[in-house]
């Protein structure tokens, strides 16, 4: 009798700790699957950013769009291969062709003489309609998520509020650290990083930044 109890309590004791083994298990897959999503979020995001700025160069094209195009066409591809390695779903590749416009409502056409009154050129020089770009020391683009361009070279930004030259300091406010970077491009967001200054901020193993103050100062 006294072997008979002592081998249901070595049983119950063995269930326990199997039990406890699976919830942990479980645990540590759902934490891999939370960060493997965010990391795709944040590709995600930096692949429709490029895409969205190669769009708005097709739409309005100047002398140096062309080069602007193969460029962010070659960040897309860096991007892409980044979902692969990241195991994420591997977004489509640049079609080559220019979203189709869309014709204005008649109630919303602008009155004679003033068409093209506060719109923006496509060129990300911080002209965009309703664009307000703030002066030094302001906190701009609030709200705002930011991710990374893929592009290498020094620690840069691009944006579509602020002209080149504009210097924007960005802070990651989940690990509160900052970067101070100069605007040398156009893009399709308020501040893209590029890898260098995305790395000095980011959180390992993400790709976007949700939580971020991002200011202009000068």
Do not use: Y
């Amino acid at each position: 009798m006294s072997r008979k109890k002592s081998f249901s309590r070595k049983k119950k004791i063995a269930l326990l700790v199997g039990a406890v083994a699976l919830v942990g298990g479980t645990a540590v897959a759902m934490t891999g699957t939370s960060q493997a999503s965010v990391e795709c979020d944040g590709l995600n995001t930096a692949l429709a950013n490029n895409q969205r700025f190669i769009d708005g160069q097709r739409a309005a094209p100047d002398a140096l769009s062309e080069a602007r195009i193969k460029n962010r066409q070659d960040v897309i591809e860096e991007i892409r291969r980044k979902q692969a390695a990241s195991g994420c779903e591997v977004g489509p590749r640049d079609t080559g062709a220019a979203p189709p416009a869309e014709a204005p409502p008649a109630e919303a056409a602008p009155p004679a003489g003033e068409e093209g009154a506060g719109e923006g050129t496509g060129t990300g020089t911080g002209t965009g309609a309703g664009s307000d770009p703030g002066q030094a020391g302001d906190v701009v683009c609030a709200g705002s998520t930011v991710t990374l361009s893929g592009e290498a070279g020094a620690p840069a930004a691009s944006s579509n509020e602020f002209p080149v030259g504009t210097t924007l300091k960005v802070t990651n406010l989940d690990n509160d650290k900052s970067v101070t970077v100069q605007v040398t491009a156009p893009s399709g967001s308020c501040a893209l990083l590029n890898d260098a200054a995305f790395e000095q901020v980011r959180e390992p193993g993400k790709f976007l930044i949700r939580d971020a103050r991002i200011e202009r100062v000068g």
